[in-house]
């Protein structure tokens, strides 16, 4: 079974950083895209970024030119920098990622949650 560990989370002043981590194991298959959506509850969740194979690297608006996404699909890791944090970016912040198989006799595409990792950051 294909499993996300999210790391990283935690409380920040606003204007300092984190780093979040996002691992995922069980596959043997590299990622399609794995990135960062997060949610404040009673409200949708959205994208944070995404890292595609092949290097595209996507951004939600609220967040471009502060945040960076880096990671390996071979490895299947993803890594968040968060600089100059607002108080508006907490939130619980989910990993996922799509695999282009399920497993070795399941080629329908995958797509996994990881369990969030909670981002406060105070004024």
């Known amino acids: 079974q294909v499993q996300l560990v999210e790391s990283g989370g935690g409380e920040v002043s606003a204007g300092g950083s984190l780093r979040l981590s996002c691992a995922a194991s069980g596959t043997m298959y590299r990622f399609d895209a794995m990135g960062w959506y997060r949610q404040v509850p009673g409200t949708q969740r959205e994208l944070v970024a995404v890292l595609k194979h092949g290097g595209k690297l996507e951004y939600g608006a609220l967040v471009r030119g502060r945040f960076i996404i880096s990671g390996d699909s071979a490895k299947k890791t993803v890594h968040l920098e968060m600089n100059n944090l607002r108080p508006e970016d907490s939130a619980v912040y989910y990993c996922?990622?799509?695999?282009?198989?399920?497993?070795?006799?399941?080629?329908?595409?995958?797509?996994?949650w990881g369990q969030g990792t909670l981002v406060t950051v105070s004024s």
């Open positions: 996922k990622a799509n695999f282009p198989y399920t497993n070795w006799y399941d080629f329908s595409p995958l797509e996994v």
